[in-house]
């Protein structure tokens, strides 16, 4: 066993590419969420974006036109998901689940040919002279673009939800459904939005596993990160930055139980393997614990399903 | 424009005939699905659907019917009646993999004695298993409020890397020239769960998954505790009123269903799997999701969909054989299924109505 | 005076009924207009239309002289009709300024609506502090809100739907003296109510609504009560009779009760201490969200009490669940029907298993005895004139009066020991309501005893021996009911509660 192998500057820097899928998908599902809508469906959306991006990354040679094509393919299947709840009212946790069991499926249907081809890199961006800063250089200023791409989206999350009128609206929507459409908002529009934009998120969550992080194509690669995005979420109370605050220490027990791993610590690979869900199912039981805040910052019409009866 | 209204009431014909209408859609959906992957829709459906009861090789698939449609017959049961009270355990596939490895560890324990109270034992191991590993996010809820279907389905990652550490570690075949996987057990007759009746495909589980279909009818239809899982689902406020106690619901859903997971797991490592090996798990507990509900939650209809997953499952092999139709075609298939199921029941609650809009 | 409003044959239908019928009525620019009409009279209909949230079948309407048919509520806003509604539309979790905006069209940024809102609510003396979360407001500070997201768009018409159900008597003196000053600006107000008096007091022209139809128009301050009544009701009113009771045994006690509220926004109980005799009706009044809720789900045994604060017949029984206390004869029938005392989409007979087993033997070792289910079902249904079709419809099928005499006849075929009833006649059409009144009453002479908590201070001097009120959690002493004026009763609910009246 070697500790010292492990360098803390290479640590944090993957911590960031780590934690890259879950902010995507998490962001997208908090915005979901706060319109009102739960979408368990997080972990299939992820898949496909994660099959399209890279299939048509490898056809095209495109890393972007992988990534465009993975939102768009993650936006297109939450809209089953939409319809489904929105239109045709159906319950939004057999929905959700019937999504990811759809998604699983579809997306090793469609990835078949693509086992085992290495796609084409996605550049780093390596911003001149800061990047050259020891230490926080290599960690913050010589990352993929989609690094900061996210970071841009979770800052832009927060902005919209706190200082815009389209925010305003959504928090409406989703705290309470009736006195939203009682004002002439359109819910279900709001919320169809809403759930597009989560699986355009999630889908480029899929994509940056497979293109950037891994990069290859596996059958079911995306191995619970969907559902550790949900929880992310719970964890981050539906605020962005707390939610980036949860993927970052999420990141950073995954990439630590792997860099353990290859140091060759005494304990099994496989009790390391499990302990980024072990860690997650904790954080879920601190954060619920407290009971009546996490009650107050829960949209007030999560998950119930709207029918405008008059 | 199109718009919903409320039914006054649930219309009873169309929850039986919703999930028939399901099937046919998805049918159609799922042959233009084969048709893109270059494949004659008609012969695919075929070999799917037909062929394995009325074909050729009819005599071997048949067995296999029992076979697939067991566990996910027993799982599904477990799970209808916590999603009937509005509690989603939705890691069975958990609670199956650790009753299995639970019950294959008590047979394995007892290697080579030959009685007949090792078979048992292991029963009841992995009924205690299941329930266990479901208690885990059953007591968080409880205790802390914590949401149990993100908990339920975190837990079964972490049981599938148990699996990995168990069939490479504590319960590899000691004799087994360092392959990973235990023993076999149909080299250990004590413990094997044998087909009870030769060519049918009937083995224990198979019987379990029979009396659990009668027991949740009776405790559906009969007991006060079957009252209140519909009543904790429709209207929890209710519940309360009427005197239901929430926690002891949530443990009591939990608990069966795990317990019922942990059953099929054991039955299945004992008997069709044969040992523990890493991926002896083939998914069942996520399947099982969609025959409840294929089943609407109903223990007569759950029987009826686990034999048409088990179906479908069994044909797919046979069309991935002949057809060269590729494996998650199924599973693609099923999942679309599961869509057309929740879309169409929109005609159960409600009525459509074409004609002028409202202002909505 | 001109004409503001002019609807002409307005008809809308849903399946089974014709919410509205034929209705023409005028409104005049700078009047009180009341509404007046019962429960299901298609009061709420005719504002939805007028405020574009539902379209007429057939019809038309005039608004400033110009035809008006608003394809949504931003429409009519943007002519200049706003509405107060009677389930507020507002959202908990957002704070005052941030609702108001959300029903504006072109709302100011955030500071400078801050300053406007507290400006407007001091100029109409209704003053309102722009950053506080709804979910901490009273009901009468929510309503304010709801006023002065109105007031900002400066409107020619503006709707209240049954704004005074949820204040206190002194804060319906200021919201009048609010609706007075707009008047003499020349706002007109379509003022909808079921309250004769209150409608006698402030408004120039009534038009009543009975069964979808308008079935005259008239000057409230020279007609009637009565005669207004029986427009409305269109029959002559069924008064409860009561027989006077003797003292008699304490039948509940609770002593100091303070229980924490299970939700975020709820009302915590503290310290309450009352006691009911066998054969008393005890009436709680209170404005809606003083403990209401909490405190039926206490005395219900949905919500458990500290030791020693719940006494029935001597014994503690705080520690009890509900079918504990249904087994000693405490019964109680919640506010809300659907979904709290009675299951939606359940059957009768089913709702007869959800509080009956105990009382009328509805299950054996665990397995519940349908037939016999069935059967008290029956009873109900017979002896408190449920009109349905049988035991196996639907709960959410009856209308809410008949499931209100449903859930009511639940319990008292159960011969409670006491009974407890959170708003018997909400949302109860008068016949149905005066039958529930004098059910029990009859309960109470056959020496059971009666708690009756409820908004509507009406009722409770009606049925009640004693009286208290509920505020902030909080039970004033009880004291008897007969002799009672409004304004006593007013402060015991708190009076105007913190709110200043601002008018000179």
Redesign the interface.
Known sequence: MDLSAISPTLLLASLMVAATPIILAATGELIVEKSGVLNLGVEGMMIVGAICGFAIAVESGSPTLGFIAAATGGALLSLIFGFLTQVLLSNQVATGLALTLFGLGLSSMLGQSYVGIRPPATEKLDIPFLSDIPFIGPILFNQDIIVYVTLALVIGTWAVLKFTRAGLILRAVGENHDAAHALGYKVVRVRLMAIAFGGACAGLGGAYLSLVRVPQWTEGMTAGAGWIALAIVVFGAWRPFRVLLGAYLFGGVTVLQLNLQAAGVAIPVEYLSMSPYLITIAVLVIMSSGKAKAALSAPGCLGRIFHASS | MIA???R???SKLWSWATPILAVIATMIAGGLMFAA?GKDPVESIRTIFWDPIFGEFAFYYRGQLLIKAGPLILIAIGLSLG?RAGI?N?GAEGQYIIGAICGAAVGLAFYPWDSFIVFPLMILAGALGGFLWAMIPGI?RV?????E???S??????AE??L??MA??ALKNPDGAGFPGSRNFRSYPAAYNEEIITGTGMHWGVVAAFIAVIFAYVLLA????G?QI??AG??P???????V?PSRLILFCLGISGALAGLAGLFEVSGPAGQISIDFNVGYG?TA??VA?LGRLHPIGILLAGLLLALTYIGGEAAQSSLGL???????????L??FL??V??LT??RIRFG?R??? | MSVLLNLKGLTKAYPGVVANDDVSMVIKSGEVHALLGENGAGKSTLVKMIYGLVKPDSGTMEFSGAAFAPAEPRAARAAGVAMVFQHFSLFDALDVAENIALGMENPPKMRDLAQKITEVSNAYGLPLDPSRLIGDLSAGERQRVEIIRCLLQNPKLLIMDEPTSVLTPQEVDILFKTLEKLRSEGTSILYISHKLEEIRRLCDTATILRLGKNVGTCNPRIETARAMAEMMVGEVLHVPERKPHAQTDVALELRSLSIPSPSAFGTSLKDISFNVHRGEVLGIGGVAGNGQDELTGALSGELKSPAGQMMFAGKDVGNLGPNARRQIGLLAAPEERLGHAAAPDMSLTENAVLTGTVRKSLAQNGFVNWGAARDFAQEVIDGFDVRTPGTHTVARALSGGNLQKYVIGREILQKPEVMVVNQPTWGVDAAAAAAIRQALLDLAAEGAAIIVISQDLDELMEISDRFAALNEGRLSPPVPAAGLTVDQIGLMMGGAHDLEPMHE
């Open positions: 919903l209204e409320k006054p009431e649930p992957l999603f989603w939705i968080l205790k802390f409020n914590t949401n279907i993100l908990v389905l975190l837990l079964v990652y972490v890397f148990i990995a550490s490479l570690g009969r007991h006060l505790m009252f519909k009543l429709q209207a406020r209710a519940a309360r009123f009427g005197g106690n996520f999701i969609i509900f590729p494996a998650a075609a199924i599973q693609a298939f099923q999942g679309m599961l869509f929740l879309a029941d929109v609650n409600f002028k409202e202002v909505a």
